[in-house]
């Protein structure tokens, strides 16, 4: 083998490990930018209401993604409090989109913890978490890659303005090869 055949396997070998060193699946970023009031539902004697999330997610990864619809789970003092229909979609590679979700707060939940929840009105902070598993793939060349994320946030907001105060989100990614 002559010099230029080595050269061009360690280039070759070079090149093929920045690939697989920038490839490497990165977790997502989750960041609530606000949520809005949209409505209260008299469900008697209690109050639904509704709201919209408005989520920025970051695809730091160099490939796109597709996922499927889901749903997310909102709590409060560690009880079921509502839920937010994901609808399914795609991602451009490393970049951001913001997504607004319509959640829906179940009163009669709320009404357990009534204590609390003034005691967080007066106060004017409120701590949720919230849970979400998202599953779809990523096409790198022509193999699709599956993949699931699961995202546990946990939100500090003014129950009166209902403005985010501070937040915690923490995603685990695995990727399936297919």
């Known amino acids: 083998m002559n010099w230029t055949s080595s ?6 070998t070079a090149a093929a490990a920045a690939v697989v060193l920038v490839a490497k699946p990165r977790d997502p970023d989750f ?32 490939t796109s993604i597709t996922y499927s ?15 937010a229909p994901v609808e399914a979609g795609s991602q451009p590679p490393r970049s951001s989109q913001v997504l607004r ?8 939940q709320l009404a357990h913890h009534v204590k609390e ?5 007066a106060k004017r902070e409120m701590v949720l978490d919230a849970s979400v598993d998202i599953e779809g793939f990523a096409k790198v060349m022509w193999w699709d890659h599956k993949f699931r994320v699961h995202v546990d946030s946990h939100v500090t907001v003014d129950p009166v303005f209902l403005d985010v105060i501070d937040q915690e989100n923490k995603s685990a ?6």
Request: glycine residues 4%; hydrophobic residues 55%; aromatic residues 10%.
């Open 7 to 12: 050269a061009f396997v360690a280039a070759a």
């Open 31 to 62: 960041h609530l930018i606000s949520m809005e009031l949209t409505s209260f539902k008299l469900n008697f004697p209690v109050l639904d209401a509704e709201l919209i999330l408005t989520i920025q997610i970051t695809n730091p990864n160099i």
């Open 69 to 83: 619809s889901t749903e997310m789970s909102i709590f409060y003092s560690g009880d079921l409090l509502g839920t």
């Open 101 to 108: 979700i319509p959640a829906r707060l179940n009163g009669v």
């Open 117 to 121: 929840f003034v005691s967080d009105l």
């Open 173 to 178: 990614l695995d990727v399936f090869a297919s």
